[in-house]
């Protein structure tokens, strides 16, 4: 992983960035693939660009994102695995 690509969790409110990797964690264990697919499925592909819109209570989960002009929720560890290149604010 470059030091450029951040991982969808670590970016702020209001940030834009393009998606560069869907990678793999250990948390999911075995599940990790169908994870990694679903991401796939709901359009976290590389080079789709996505906005962070907001964070649960105390930043917790879910973040809120919007890809594609669709609106999720997505947990942090599901986070963890979208890398992204953010754009300059």
């Keep these: 992983m470059s030091s450029a690509h951040t991982p969808l969790s670590r970016l702020p409110k209001g940030a834009r960035a393009?998606?560069?990797a869907?990678?793999?964690?250990?948390?999911?264990?075995?599940?990790?693939?169908?994870?990694?697919l679903r991401?796939?499925?709901?359009?976290?592909?590389?080079?789709?660009?996505l906005q962070v819109i907001g964070f649960?209570?105390?930043s917790a989960d879910p973040i809120a994102v919007r890809i594609n002009g669709t609106k999720f929720g997505l947990r942090r560890a599901?986070?963890?695995?979208i890398l992204t290149l953010a754009h300059p604010a």
């Design 56 to 58: 649960g209570l105390f």
């Design 22 to 36: 869907i990678a793999a964690q250990a948390i999911f264990g075995d599940a990790d693939e169908s994870v990694t």
């Design 39 to 49: 991401l796939k499925e709901l359009g976290f592909l590389p080079g789709a660009v």
């Design 78 to 81: 599901e986070a963890e695995k």
């Design 18 to 20: 393009t998606v560069v």
